[in-house]
């Protein structure tokens, strides 16, 4: 089984400003990576594949770089809407999810 | 509107049956695989298995493999998740998610990672 770690738990952003999340896989992934938000009472949704590509209707301030073992998601621009749970996903091998990280606006 | 339905949520007691449901709608059900992804009281997303509507063939994740089942009817384009008995630990939110498919290709090849999302079920198990 491939162990997805994410850091850090929770991540404190003030509006406007830059969220940093990281993803690291036990064993190399290549970009087989995504990323999902979840918010409060509500399933997830698919935000990047691929490590890098937006799914359909996610906005330009999200990215997700990284391929191999570490994986980055970068909110350039925190909005309040952007607060929630973010998981990311290998599907290399059979899928598991990271931990998650919590984003909230400090 | 292309979208998963779930069943809703369930109040079972320990060793009880339960058959909880998926319906696709606005889509080819057939097309795409359906997997059931758990997630326990505050905690994160566990992948339990999957199957292929088309030819009902299924794999499970070794902690699910013997305790649930994982079935579809494409005539109704529903897919299912049941338990003989349940158990306390059983005590999650359910959800059904479709894999994403490439088409890139000459043909569709399915991909592990999913782009449409159920509301989840909710299964309680209390004696």
């Known amino acids: 089984e491939i162990v997805m770690t994410q850091s850090p738990a929770t991540l404190s952003v003030s509006p406007g400003e830059r969220a940093t999340l990281s993803c690291r896989a036990s064993h190399s992934v290549n970009s087989n990576l995504a990323w999902y938000q979840q918010k409060p009472g509500q399933a997830p949704r698919l935000f990047i594949y691929g490590a890098s590509t937006r799914a359909t209707g996610i906005p330009a301030r999200f990215s997700g770089s990284g391929s191999g073992t570490e994986f980055t998601l970068t909110i350039s621009s925190l909005q309040s809407e952007d607060i929630g749970l973010y998981y990311c996903q290998q599907y290399y091998n059979w899928p598991t999810f990271g931990q998650g990280t919590k984003v909230e606006i400090k | 509107e292309v979208q998963l339905v779930q069943s809703g949520a369930e109040v079972k007691k320990p060793g009880e049956s339960l058959r909880i449901s998926c319906k696709g709608t606005?889509?080819?059900?057939?097309?795409?695989?359906i997997s059931w992804v758990r997630q326990m009281p505050g905690k994160g997303l566990e992948w339990m298995g999957r199957i292929d509507p088309s030819e009902s063939n299924s794999n499970y994740s070794p902690p699910f493999e013997g305790h649930v089942t994982i079935s579809a009817d494409k005539s109704t384009s529903t897919a299912s998740l049941q338990w003989s008995r349940l158990e306390a630990s059983d005590t999650a939110i359910y959800y059904c998610?479709?894999?994403?498919?490439?088409?890139?290709?000459?043909?569709?090849?399915?991909?592990?990672?999913?782009?449409?999302w159920g509301r989840g079920t909710l299964v309680t198990v209390s004696s």
């Open positions: 606005g889509y080819s059900f057939s097309s795409y695989w």
């Open positions: 998610v479709r894999h994403a498919r490439d088409c890139s290709g000459v043909r569709c090849d399915s991909i592990w990672y999913y782009d449409l």
